[in-house]
């Protein structure tokens, strides 16, 4: 069953259009990239102001024990809500319309294994990789720690609760906002492919 019809929440349908980019980040239930059980958003307007939310997501399939001792989901938390294809039905448009950060590229590769998984046609994503931008702004902690969020948390005094989606949305989002400070300039706009910078999907 595909569950509710997911929505937006308030503060955040209230400022669509607004958004300068959106950090994304997905929880998995089992070691198949497609069996996404978690979405998270932190939807950040051109002030660096940030707005979270994440939903649980139906992965039609059996959560894995490592998996779910990672994140604390299993399938008693995700019973009643919605599917992936119904997450992307409401919340893609949503999506396309500003940049989508990640941190590192497995939230693409699960979005994509997922929307293959379900025969989905989904919009092309502006992805931008924000380890690809903290290594610009620190690259003295590559092969010295990484670039991985707990060692950012760390570094950079970050405060999340590492694999829930929406923080971990949220972290990348910061690593963002920080990375632009300290270098003083726009990182996430730089960071998107030259063929899609004119055209930013609608």
């Given at each position: 069953m595909a569950g509710p019809k997911p929505v937006l929440p308030a503060q955040v349908a209230a400022n669509i259009g607004q958004y300068r980019f959106v950090a994304f980040d997905v929880e998995t239930a089992c070691g198949a990239a497609h069996s996404i059980c978690q979405v998270g958003f932190a939807c950040v307007d051109h002030f660096g102001r940030i707005d979270t939310f994440s939903l649980l997501v139906d992965p039609n399939t059996a959560f894995a024990f490592f998996n779910t001792r990672l994140h604390g989901i299993d399938a008693a938390r995700v019973s009643g809500a919605p599917d992936?294809?119904?997450?992307?039905?409401?919340?893609?448009?949503?999506?396309?319309?500003q940049p989508i950060v990640q941190h590192s590229s497995f939230d693409q590769r699960a979005v994509t294994a997922a929307a293959s998984?379900?025969?989905?046609?989904?919009?092309?994503?502006?992805?931008?990789?924000?380890?690809?931008?903290?290594?610009?702004?620190?690259?003295?902690?590559?092969?010295?720690?990484?670039?991985?969020?707990?060692?950012?948390?760390?570094?950079?005094?970050?405060?999340?609760?590492?694999?829930?989606?929406?923080?971990?949305?949220?972290?990348?989002?910061q690593v963002v906002l920080l990375a632009e400070q300290k270098l003083q300039r726009s990182l996430v706009e730089a960071h998107i492919p030259k063929s899609k910078r004119s055209k930013p999907p609608q």
């Open positions: 992936f294809p119904a997450v992307m039905a409401h919340l893609a448009p949503f999506m396309a319309r998984h379900y025969q989905l046609d989904m919009p092309d994503f502006l992805w931008v990789n924000s380890v690809t931008i903290a290594r610009q702004a620190w690259p003295e902690w590559i092969g010295n720690g990484g670039h991985g969020l707990a060692h950012l948390k760390k570094q950079l005094s970050l405060q999340f609760d590492h694999h829930d989606a929406g923080e971990d949305a949220r972290a990348a989002a």
